[in-house]
């Protein structure tokens, strides 16, 4: 079966920033993306967790995109608008796709 090379691109930002980001990402013509709640991790400030917390508003998501390399840049500028000003970690793999015509 043929692959087809794509990026996937993971962005991990503040749960109350996720509708900001997803239509930064739409307006920028990025469509498809899902997204994940994030229960807990360590980072530069030590570890932390969501369990306790009352709203999402201080929890953390990821939103993930898979797209062909052709757009990965107007993606970037889009998230690093939105990602810049907040906590949040961005990351770019190599991944192939048997669908291409989906991404």
């Not at 500028?77 to 907040?86: G, I, L, N, S, Y």
């Not at 949040?88 to 048997?98: N, Q, R």
């Amino acid at each position: 079966m043929k692959t087809h090379k794509a990026k996937r691109v993971v962005i991990t930002i503040e749960a109350i920033m996720q509708k900001r980001l997803t239509d930064t990402l739409e307006s920028a013509g990025v469509t498809g993306y899902s997204i994940l709640d994030v229960i807990g991790g360590s980072g530069r400030s030590g570890p932390w967790t969501s369990e306790g917390q009352i709203s999402r508003a201080s929890g953390m998501v990821q939103v993930i995109c898979i797209i062909r390399e052709e757009r990965l840049d107007t993606l970037m500028e889009a998230a690093f608008d939105v990602v810049d000003k907040h906590i949040g970690v961005v990351t770019i793999t190599d991944v192939e796709v048997l669908r291409a015509e989906r991404f």
